[in-house]
């Protein structure tokens, strides 16, 4: 999972990555719809951005759907995300990295931060969601994309398409384990303390000790003193 993907998103990502493709290894990032990737010239992870979005044309029409990578992008998604997203080069590997970034961005299109922060209730989110991933179930009765739909049926229920894969209460128990996670303190790591400073050891006194300093500091005094003419205490030598 790319470094810049928050804790909770990168956990919801795992799982919407699982359902849509049926694993969330590393090659769940080279698969294309109805798992055709194996008659493509090359990996599609080392494809890029502006080649793929061509391509999915025939995919579409060969395949049934232009789904690539890990979050089974549409091309109409593609084409869309590299408008809202400055930083996408159609000369851009589709590497799992930036699958990952793109991933993100349409949770947060779907209203992953408002989820997250309290002023989005669950099933409305998990509804969004079913909205972007077909196979992903609403969690309450609703209007569909083509018919009345219930509780645990894909969003596109009713195209002879889509349908949900994966049971509606393992998507409450995830969307509830994502609150906690990007709800959890970031551990901060303390500052780490200053270098002892070093205090340099006292040099050791000459040999001899005090006494022998005491005696030089005399033989040095009485050198001084008889170095000085005798007239200049008003005292004659003798």
């Given at each position: 999972?790319?470094?810049?993907?928050?804790?909770?998103?990168?956990?919801?990502?795992?799982?919407?990555?699982?359902?849509?493709?049926?694993?969330?290894?590393?090659?769940?990032?080279?698969?294309?719809?109805?798992?055709?990737?194996?008659?493509?010239?090359?990996?599609?992870?080392?494809?890029?951005?502006?080649?793929?979005?061509?391509?999915?044309k025939k995919w579409s029409k060969n395949n049934g759907s232009s789904a690539a990578g890990a979050y089974q992008f549409m091309r109409a998604t593609l084409i869309g995300l590299a408008k809202e997203i400055p930083s996408i080069s159609g000369k851009d590997i589709f590497t799992p990295d930036v699958q990952d970034r793109l991933g993100y961005h349409l949770l947060k299109r779907r209203g992953y931060q408002e989820f997250v922060t309290g002023n989005m209730m669950l099933e409305d989110f998990a509804r969004r969601l079913a909205m972007e991933w077909a196979s992903f179930p609403v969690l309450a009765d609703c209007k569909g994309s083509h018919r009345f739909i219930k509780r645990g049926q894909s969003f596109y229920a009713g195209d002879g398409l889509n349908k949900a894969l994966v049971r509606p209460e393992k998507v409450e128990a995830v969307l509830k384990e994502v609150l906690e996670v990007a709800r959890r303190p970031v551990d901060i790591q303390p500052k780490a303390e200053p270098p002892n400073r070093t205090i340099p050891e006292p040099k050791p006194a000459p040999k001899g000790g005090i006494a022998a300093l005491l005696a030089a500091a005399a033989l040095g005094l009485w050198a001084w003193f008889a170095s000085i003419p005798c007239n200049v205490f008003g005292a004659f030598c003798g």
């Open positions: 999972m790319d470094k810049t993907v928050p804790r909770g998103a990168a956990l919801l990502l795992d799982f919407i990555r699982e359902t849509e493709v049926g694993r969330s290894d590393r090659a769940s990032y080279d698969v294309i719809y109805a798992n055709k990737q194996h008659k493509l010239k090359q990996p599609l992870t080392t494809m890029n951005y502006g080649d793929i979005v061509d391509e999915q």
